[in-house]
C-alpha cells in the first residue's frame, strides 16, 4: 500500500498536475553560524526527499548573511551532514553572498519605485515606532525621503560612509498592518565586518526577509519549505516578489513544524554555548544533538532519515520523544550488527578443573537475525565475568551466578561457584570455579538446570578497552540550557574487557555487546593500543517507555496546540506517535523493586509499572507461586491482549490460573508456544490450564526415548540437509529442529530435541 503523502507533497503533487511548475525545485538554506542538528535533518529531508521524490532537484543554499556570526567550519559541517545523510545537492553549493549585487540592485529598483527608503532613526526609536500587536505604528518621518535621496544615501551607505546602525533601507508597507512583519520591514543593514567568502567588498548586508525570496527566485526554486516561525514573514516574501513584478514562475513559502524533541535543546546558540563553556567536548560531542555528534557516537545515516521519516510532517507544533530516536538506531541496528562479549566491571572466575584452552564456536548472530557468520572464542582457565552477575546474598528472582546457583556462560559452560575470595576491605577479588564438561552449549548433555546466561571474556585473550557510556544530556524533559544538563551523562569505563573477534576480526563497524547495548568504536580517540568504544545507545530505553495504555502521557507531553495537534494527529499518525512520559515516583519504586528483586527486565518492570490492572493481576498469580519472568510474560502478553478487547471483570480465568499456566512453563510440562494455545483455551472455555492440557494432550514429551524415533526420522528424510550441516552448514540446525517439534505438534521440549539433535548430527 502506498504511504499517504504528507500536505507538503500534496501541494507539489497538485502543483505538477497543473503544470504550474515542469519540475520541482527546493533549497536547503542553512546559516553557517553552528553545526547542523537533528532539527536540520528534518528539514533536510523534507527538501531533498521531496526533490527526490518528484524526479526534481534541490539546492544547497548557506544563508550568509551575517558575517559576525558565520564560519567556514561551520560551512563543511552542513556539507558534511548532508552527504553522510545521503544527499546529494543539485549545482555547487550556492551562498547567498554570490547574489549581493543583485540583491543591491533589486533594493534600488524598490528605492526608484518608491517602496523602500533609507531610515536614520536609532533601533530603539524603530522598535518604538513599530507600535505593538494590538497598537498601530507609526511611519518614521524619514519615510517622506525622495527617491534620489534614498538613492544617494543608499549607496553611500554601500561605500562605508556610514557607522554601523546609522541608517538602515526599509521597505514601504504597512505600519499599521496587524502583521507586525509588514510594518515596513528591515532590508538592509550596515555591518563593518570582514565576510568569510565576500570579504570586505561589502558593508551592507541584506536581512533574511528580502535576501531570502529573491534568492529562492534568482535560483528558481518553486517551493520554499520553511518551518512555522516564518508563518507571518510569508506576506514579506510574497510583497517582495509581487512588488518587483518577479515571475510566474516564482516560488511560494510552505511553513511546516519544526522539530522538537524532549530531553534536547536544538538552537544552535545553546549548542554554542555547550561548545563555549567546555560542557561537551565538542560540536561532534557524542552527546550533542548535531549530525557530527550523532555520526560520532555510532548511530547510522539511515537511522536518522528513518526517524525523520517517522516523526512525518505536520502543521502543528509538538514535541517528539526522544527515545523514538533512540528506537529508530535500534531498529536499524538490531537485525544488522554482529553479538559479541564484553565486560564492563570485570571479576576475574578462575575454574579450578579447567586445564588448557580451546576455541568454541559462536555465532555472531541469534537466530532471528538473517546474517549468518561466526568466531572461534577463546576459553580458558581464567576468565572475566560482569560483577554484578554474581551475588553473594542474593535477592529473590535473582538469576544469575550465586554460591547456590549455577548459570551458564554464553557460548561455553555452566559454571558453579565454588569459593568466593575477597580482599581485607571485604571486596570480592576473585571466584572460584568449577564447570561441568558436558554442559557445552550446543551440545548440553548435564541435565543441570540454569535460570540465565551471563556474558565474559577469556582473560588471555581478552583486550581492556575503553568504554564511554553516554546517556541523555539533560536531565529534564524540557530544558532550557547548561543549568539542566544530566551530570550523569558520561560516565567513562576505563578497565572493561572485549572478546579477541572485537579487535581482530571487526566483523562490522558497529556491535551489540550482548546484555550491554550497541557500540562503535569512536572514531577520534580510538586506535590500534588504546580501543574506545561508544555506547551508541542501550538495548532498552531505561527511561520509561510507553505501555500499551498511555493516553495521560499522550497528552502530557503535547504542550503546544494541543487542539491542533489533535486535529493533525488523525491525519498523520506518525507524526504523534512515541510519546512517552516518565514514570513517576511510586512507578519508578515499583519499577526498580521488580528490576533489582523480580529480576524482570526492563520492557516488562516498566509497563507493569505504568499499569495497574496489569500489576494487581501479576502481584496475585506472584503468591500463587508462579515465577517472575514467565509470569510477567503471560500477563504484558497475552493478558493485556485481551484487555483490548474485555474489561477486566470480563476475564474468565484469574490469578490462579495464570499462576498455573506459568508453573506448567517453568516446569517444562508445556511449552511457550503450546502455552499460547492453552490460554486462548482458558479464554474460551473458562477452564483451568491443568483440564485444558489433559484434555487435549498437550503435555509436553520431554522423555528422550520418545523423541528420538521422530529425530531419526527427520534425518533420514533430508539426507541432503544432513550431509550439508555436516559439511559445516551449521545455519541447517534451526531447519532440524523446526521439523522435530512440526512432527510433533509443537509438543517435543525444544531443548531435548536440541540435545538430541546435537548428539546425532555429529
Ligand atoms: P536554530 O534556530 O536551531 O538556531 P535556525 O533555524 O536558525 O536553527 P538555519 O540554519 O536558519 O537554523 O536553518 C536552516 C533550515 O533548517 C531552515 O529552513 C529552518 O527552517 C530549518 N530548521 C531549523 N531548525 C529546525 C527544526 N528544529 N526542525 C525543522 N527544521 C528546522
Ligand atoms: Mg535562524
Avoid at 558 to 568: F, G, M, N, T, W
Wanted: aromatic share 10%; hydrophobic share 35%.
Amino acid at each position: 500500500m502506498e504511504k499517504k503523502k504528507d500536505f507538503l507533497r500534496m501541494i507539489v503533487q497538485e502543483d505538477l498536475a497543473s503544470g504550474k511548475y515542469k519540475e520541482v525545485v527546493t533549497r536547503f538554506p542553512p546559516e553557517p553560524n553552528g553545526f547542523p542538528h537533528i532539527g536540520h535533518a528534518k528539514a533536510i529531508t523534507i527538501n531533498f526527499g521531496i526533490a527526490r521524490d518528484f524526479e526534481g532537484r534541490c539546492h544547497l543554499r548557506m544563508d550568509d548573511t551575517n558575517p559576525v556570526t558565520e564560519e567556514e567550519k561551520y560551512a563543511k559541517a552542513i556539507e558534511d551532514a548532508v552527504h553522510w545523510l545521503g544527499f546529494e545537492w543539485d549545482g555547487p553549493v550556492r551562498h547567498t553572498s554570490d547574489y549581493f549585487q543583485r540583491l543591491y540592485d533589486y533594493a534600488v529598483q524598490l528605492i526608484k519605485m518608491g517602496k523602500a527608503y533609507v531610515d536614520s532613526l536609532s533601533e530603539e526609536e524603530i522598535r518604538a515606532y513599530r507600535g505593538t500587536v494590538t497598537e498601530p505604528g507609526r511611519r518614521s518621518p524619514y519615510a517622506e525621503r525622495s527617491v534620489e535621496e534614498n538613492l544617494d544615501l543608499f549607496e553611500r551607505m554601500r561605500k562605508g560612509e556610514f557607522k554601523d546602525g546609522e541608517h538602515v533601507l526599509r521597505a514601504k508597507i504597512d505600519m499599521s498592518s496587524p502583521n507586525m512583519q509588514l510594518r515596513d520591514p528591515l532590508l538592509y543593514r550596515i555591518r563593518h565586518a570582514h565576510h568569510m567568502r565576500t570579504g570586505d567588498a561589502w558593508c551592507i548586508y541584506p536581512m533574511y526577509d528580502f535576501a531570502h525570496c529573491l534568492s529562492d527566485y534568482i535560483e528558481g526554486i518553486t517551493h520554499s519549505f520553511c518551518t512555522l516561525e516564518f508563518e507571518n514573514n510569508r506576506a514579506v516574501y510574497d510583497w517582495i516578489l509581487d512588488t518587483l513584478h518577479l515571475g510566474p514562475p516564482r516560488p511560494y513559502q510552505y511553513e511546516f513544524a519544526r522539530l522538537n524533541m524532549n530531553y534536547t535543546v536544538m538552537s544552535k546558540r545553546k549548542l554554542k554555548e555547550l561548545v563555549d563553556s567546555g560542557k561537551v567536548s565538542g560540536w561532534d560531542d557524542p552527546r550533542m544533538p548535531t549530525i557530527a555528534g550523532y555520526r560520532r557516537r555510532g548511530y547510522t545515516p539511515k537511522s536518522i532519515v528513518n526517524f525523520c521519516n517517522s516523526i512525518g510532517i505536520s502543521k502543528a507544533n509538538s514535541v517528539v520523544d526522544v527515545a523514538q530516536l533512540e528506537h529508530a538506531i535500534r531498529d536499524d541496528l538490531n537485525p544488522k550488527v554482529p553479538r559479541v562479549m564484553c565486560v564492563l566491571d570485570p571479576l576475574k572466575v578462575v575454574i579450578e578443573n579447567y586445564e588448557g584452552s580451546e576455541e568454541l564456536d559462536a555465532s555472531y548472530y541469534p537466530h532471528d537475525v538473517p546474517k549468518e557468520g561466526s568466531r572461534k572464542l577463546p576459553f580458558s582457565k581464567e576468565i572475566y565475568i560482569e560483577r554484578d552477575d554474581f551475588s553473594e546474598n542474593p535477592p529473590k528472582g535473582y538469576y544469575r551466578l550465586t554460591p547456590d546457583q549455577p548459570v551458564r556462560l554464553r557460548h561455553a559452560y555452566v559454571i558453579r561457584c565454588k569459593e568466593v575470595i575477597k580482599d581485607e576491605t571485604g571486596r570480592i577479588t576473585e571466584i572460584r570455579a568449577e564447570y561441568y564438561p558436558n554442559s557445552r552449549s550446543g551440545a548440553d548433555t548435564s541435565g543441570i538446570k540454569v535460570k540465565s546466561a551471563i556474558q565474559w571474556v577469556d582473560a588471555a585473550t581478552g583486550y581492556r578497552a575503553e568504554v564511554r557510556l553516554y546517556d541523555r544530556l539533560f536531565r529534564v524533559e524540557n530544558p532550557r540550557g547548561i543549568e539542566d544538563l544530566n551530570p550523569d551523562s558520561l560516565k567513562i569505563v576505563k578497565g572493561a574487557y572485549v572478546e579477541r573477534a572485537v579487535i581482530e576480526e571487526k566483523p562490522d563497524e558497529r556491535f551489540q555487546f550482548e546484555r550491554q547495548g550497541y557500540f562503535y568504536p569512536d572514531p577520534v580517540d580510538s586506535g590500534g593500543e588504546h580501543p574506545v568504544f561508544n555506547r551508541i545507545v542501550s538495548l532498552k530505553d531505561s527511561w520509561a517507555k510507553q505501555s500499551g495504555k498511555g493516553k495521560e502521557a499522550l497528552q502530557k507531553v503535547s504542550k503546544a496546540e494541543p487542539k491542533a495537534a489533535k486535529k493533525e494527529k488523525k491525519k498523520e499518525p506518525s507524526g504523534e506517535a512515541g510519546r512517552v512520559a516518565p514514570l513517576d515516583e511510586t512507578q519508578r519504586k515499583i519499577f526498580d523493586r521488580y528490576r533489582e528483586e523480580l529480576g524482570l527486565r526492563e520492557e516488562q518492570a516498566n509497563p507493569l509499572a505504568r499499569d495497574e490492572v496489569l500489576r494487581s493481576l501479576f502481584e496475585a498469580g506472584l503468591e500463587k507461586g508462579a515465577a517472575p519472568v514467565i509470569l510477567a510474560n503471560l500477563v504484558l502478553n497475552e493478558v493485556a491482549r485481551e484487555l483490548k478487547t474485555v474489561s477486566s471483570e470480563e476475564l474468565r480465568y484469574g490469578p490462579e490460573e495464570l499462576a498455573e499456566l506459568a508453573k506448567m512453563i517453568e516446569e517444562e510440562r508445556i511449552s511457550v508456544k503450546i502455552a499460547k494455545q492453552v490460554f486462548e483455551e482458558m479464554v474460551r472455555s473458562g477452564e483451568s490450564p491443568g483440564e485444558i492440557v489433559e484434555a487435549k494432550g498437550w503435555e509436553q514429551i520431554s522423555d528422550p526415548q520418545k523423541i528420538l524415533p521422530i529425530v531419526d526420522e527427520v534425518l533420514t528424510k533430508y539426507p541432503e540437509k544432513v550431509a550439508q550441516y555436516r559439511e559445516g552448514n551449521r545455519k541447517l540446525f534451526g531447519f532440524f529442529v523446526g521439523q522435530v517439534l512440526k512432527a510433533t505438534g509443537g509438543r517435543a521440549n525444544p531443548r531435548i530435541v536440541n540435545e538430541l539433535l546435537n548428539r546425532t548430527l555429529k
